[in-house]
């Protein structure tokens, strides 16, 4: 990969040169949106942009690739710049690509359960679209009313329905796509089944628009789920829950299954905006989801649940009786985020394999009482798929720089143990920058070198989001 | 890519030297072996192999890589060798590496429902043992009582359940491969979520050998579908089919949709061991299968197929009522394939989007009308997922050689009319080298120079399947 040298042009010049390949008045030089457009919901890199170009078609979007090849100048693709590991930073005079012009949903089939869209289209008016035709589109996160589909792409971006959906890999039916050479690709056809050789498609997926830029997609849509119902159960300790979910799994089709702790239900409950789902106290709490499609389904779970409670894995649970009751339940669970953002937490998103994580979430715990014995931790996540969100509380007599500064050392621990248990230290937000130094503790040395040989076949000069997943 | 050229060494002594990496007995130069191990179930090329290695363990598949790159001879991963395009042949004195002593299943997780399988285990081997724990492997077709794991992930086997499972990409947990440099790199550590940087799991899987091989890979399972449940339905015309796979997709999980032509249906009841599935003669029929996993899911088939009768899409129809009837269903299907080899068969396995399939069949049938107008076309496939079986049989009268003659015309008329449908030349079946002449009909020759550039990231000698997907 090439070191990105100052260039050889003025920025005016740079500028100049860059405006006619672009519409009239898409190319942004002012500060608030070099500001706005120059950085993500990380608040780690300070945005510092060349300039904002908004391309309308993918030929200016190939004729911006060009440009920057020829002048040695980095792109950073901007969607809903909702990521949280600055993939979508540019903090070195890079000329930012935002694809908020190119958010248009070109067409759909019916029998294909196809949709064609351009990467602006926004996660919810996908979603809503595929309401209107009477299907569903299954990725959704907390940030589906800003991200983009091709930041969903970039990233691979999972949520809260990957035990039954997957991540977004899953609803690519093909794509088109501007390397860092500039080619235009048309990968996979939106076939189903297609043997010809290496799928492409599937290494732009997640490659967080270092090998190029996806400019359409077509997303698969799947038939809308029947009547689903949430239950919230109360375990009387961490492993409890891992019976539970086996159970579960043994009899349902789950569509969902979160945990919380105590910690993360108290903050929520005293925002006294959400019902508390039950009385009994517990120290965890499972929140599952199925679709009760028949009587019969809805048996079942009550049945699971009560071998639960016999077995002692259970001491407490609900289940919703109506699209209210559901969205009550969920917003136990998804509050949390936004509720503790008010501590300052210190965030980690990793992943190990299910059947590891009690072990694994033990061996977190005891680090961070040992030594830092007033930290308050708060656990949720999608324990169905190995995800866990690690959140450290900040003391409120502690400044922030102090606390981060121990955080760094937490962190270290952190990677260390998901080394040990064979797991990822980003489950589903990405390398970006803000873990790029701590890629080794999820990929060996012979993986990363072929990873950036591979950059190099498709963006030679290394303009394509410089300085993301690996440092220049 | 380097050219193969004919090594320094003389026979004698290259196998001299590759002798001492492996054990005792376990590589075979005897004419049978070289026979018997140089191809797989197509017909096209003479095997030439230098050797047959059994490798026993990763180590001595790292060595023998490591031997063919000083020696410059080519590698050729074998499993079960049952490929239809000669991805397993070796014509050009390349050594085979036979996985035959790699076939263990060496754990099993029942919380993550994943399987660690050498590359050895056949795929019949694999679903038996899924069975014994109460779960489900969902690949399944014709061979998989011979086909191996390994072959699999590097064909990325699809075969009958694909409308509901996917391929094999989709069970693929994590995998350890050796690179064509010798590398081991370990891909994915069978997590459900890891967005740290490319996932080059996804690279090797279909591959076809060509970047490296498979030397364990960790399969997830699955529940076991509740009461399968098949129906035949007859239609009035081949564009009926569309609305009828529609209907029955907008209110069931199906498992499986297939068709088939009356010719396909006549060839195999003239055998006389499988039961006709009702007397009504039709042009086309479709098997559909789904889990009638309660009545009330059986009641809506049958509500959807009087719905279907009364659209005049559905003729007439039966439902399994046992595993038996199932099993019988099956067979209308599954035994087109063996009982018309008896005719020599030239075979296409091409695919379109579903929604495209009536207007692309219409077209091909034109073709072979037109111009062969003595030759019975057959179809049958996986048109759920829009993968269609292409055999038109030998007229009784026409010698094989000029019949293929003729074949060879009708297949550049196929591969035009796929590329004007945006349609895959292998649907299913890899490139391997009986397609790769064809190959830019459906990847552009963009696509297919990245794709050689990441063939000489991971095989800088080409030694890794040579010939293979691409001409040496």
């Given at each position: 990969m090439n070191h990105l040298r100052v260039?050889?042009?003025t920025r005016e010049a740079l500028i100049e040169s860059l405006?006619?390949?672009?519409?009239?008045?898409?190319l942004l030089t002012d500060a608030d949106s070099l500001d706005a457009y120059g950085k993500?919901?990380?608040?780690h890199f300070a945005p510092a942009p060349l300039a904002i170009a908004f391309p309308k078609s993918i030929e200016q979007v190939q004729a911006v690739v060009r440009w920057a090849n020829e002048h040695k100048v980095g792109l950073v693709p901007s969607g809903g710049?909702?990521?949280?590991?600055?993939?979508?930073?540019?903090?070195?005079?890079e000329v930012v690509v935002s694809f908020d012009y190119m958010n248009k949903i070109l067409d759909f089939n019916a029998f294909d359960r196809t949709v064609v869209c351009q990467p602006g289209v926004v996660t919810k008016q996908l979603q809503l679209f595929a309401e209107e035709q009477?299907?569903?589109?299954?990725?959704?996160?907390?940030?589906s009313g800003s991200s983009q589909i091709g930041g969903n792409i970039g990233t691979n971006a999972g949520g809260i329905k990957v035990i039954r959906y997957g991540m977004t890999r899953n609803w690519v039916a093909g794509m088109k796509v501007v390397t860092g050479k500039g080619d235009l690709l048309e990968l996979n056809?939106?076939?189903?089944?297609?043997?010809?050789?290496?799928?492409?498609r599937q290494l732009f997926i997640g490659a967080e628009g270092t090998l190029g830029f996806v400019v359409e997609a077509t997303m698969r849509l799947e038939r809308t789920p029947k009547n689903l119902t949430a239950m919230v159960l109360g375990t009387p300790?961490?492993?409890s829950i891992m019976p539970v979910l086996h159970a579960f799994q043994g009899k349902l089709d789950l569509t969902a299954f979160e945990f919380f702790s105590d910690k993360a239900l108290a903050k929520v409950l005293a925002r006294g905006d959400v019902p508390a789902a039950f009385e009994t106290d517990c120290p965890f709490y499972a929140l599952l989801e199925f679709e009760a499609s028949t009587e019969e389904v809805a048996n079942e779970a009550l049945a699971t649940f009560e071998h639960c409670v016999e077995q002692g894995w259970v001491l407490d649970g609900v289940m919703s009786q109506s699209e209210q009751q559901l969205q009550n339940l969920w917003k136990l669970r998804e509050y949390i985020s936004e509720t503790i953002s008010h501590w300052t937490p210190y965030k980690n998103d990793i992943s190990v394999t299910v059947s590891k994580v009690p072990a694994f979430l033990k061996d977190i715990d005891a680090i961070v009482e040992a030594n830092y014995p007033d930290f308050e931790v708060v656990w949720f996540g999608h324990i169905g798929d190995g995800n866990l969100h690690l959140n450290i509380l900040k003391p409120e007599n502690l400044s922030k720089d102090e606390f981060f500064a121990k955080c760094a050392t937490v962190n270290k621990w952190v990677f260390e143990t998901v080394q040990k248990y064979a797991g990822s230290i980003s489950a589903e937000h990405g390398?970006?920058?803000?873990k790029r130094d701590y890629l080794g503790y999820s990929r060996s040395e012979a993986e990363i070198g072929y990873m950036k040989a591979v950059k190099a076949v498709f963006d030679p000069n290394g303009i394509m989001n410089p300085g993301k997943i690996f440092a220049e």
């Amino acid at each position: 990969m090439n070191h990105l040298r100052v260039p050889p042009m003025t920025r005016e010049a740079l500028i100049e040169s860059l405006k006619p390949l672009l519409e009239p008045g898409k190319l942004l030089t002012d500060a608030d949106s070099l500001d706005a457009y120059g950085k993500d919901w990380t608040k780690h890199f300070a945005p510092a942009p060349l300039a904002i170009a908004f391309p309308k078609s993918i030929e200016q979007v190939q004729a911006v690739v060009r440009w920057a090849n020829e002048h040695k100048v980095g792109l950073v693709p901007s969607g809903g710049r909702t990521g949280l590991s600055a993939a979508a930073v540019a903090a070195n005079g890079e000329v930012v690509v935002s694809f908020d012009y190119m958010n248009k949903i070109l067409d759909f089939n019916a029998f294909d359960r196809t949709v064609v869209c351009q990467p602006g289209v926004v996660t919810k008016q996908l979603q809503l679209f595929a309401e209107e035709q009477g299907l569903y589109y299954p990725v959704d996160f907390a940030s589906s009313g800003s991200s983009q589909i091709g930041g969903n792409i970039g990233t691979n971006a999972g949520g809260i329905k990957v035990i039954r959906y997957g991540m977004t890999r899953n609803w690519v039916a093909g794509m088109k796509v501007v390397t860092g050479k500039g080619d235009l690709l048309e990968l996979n056809k939106d076939l189903i089944k297609n043997a010809t050789g290496y799928d492409l498609r599937q290494l732009f997926i997640g490659a967080e628009g270092t090998l190029g830029f996806v400019v359409e997609a077509t997303m698969r849509l799947e038939r809308t789920p029947k009547n689903l119902t949430a239950m919230v159960l109360g375990t009387p300790d961490f492993d409890s829950i891992m019976p539970v979910l086996h159970a579960f799994q043994g009899k349902l089709d789950l569509t969902a299954f979160e945990f919380f702790s105590d910690k993360a239900l108290a903050k929520v409950l005293a925002r006294g905006d959400v019902p508390a789902a039950f009385e009994t106290d517990c120290p965890f709490y499972a929140l599952l989801e199925f679709e009760a499609s028949t009587e019969e389904v809805a048996n079942e779970a009550l049945a699971t649940f009560e071998h639960c409670v016999e077995q002692g894995w259970v001491l407490d649970g609900v289940m919703s009786q109506s699209e209210q009751q559901l969205q009550n339940l969920w917003k136990l669970r998804e509050y949390i985020s936004e509720t503790i953002s008010h501590w300052t937490p210190y965030k980690n998103d990793i992943s190990v394999t299910v059947s590891k994580v009690p072990a694994f979430l033990k061996d977190i715990d005891a680090i961070v009482e040992a030594n830092y014995p007033d930290f308050e931790v708060v656990w949720f996540g999608h324990i169905g798929d190995g995800n866990l969100h690690l959140n450290i509380l900040k003391p409120e007599n502690l400044s922030k720089d102090e606390f981060f500064a121990k955080c760094a050392t937490v962190n270290k621990w952190v990677f260390e143990t998901v080394q040990k248990y064979a797991g990822s230290i980003s489950a589903e937000h990405g390398v970006g920058m803000t873990k790029r130094d701590y890629l080794g503790y999820s990929r060996s040395e012979a993986e990363i070198g072929y990873m950036k040989a591979v950059k190099a076949v498709f963006d030679p000069n290394g303009i394509m989001n410089p300085g993301k997943i690996f440092a220049e």
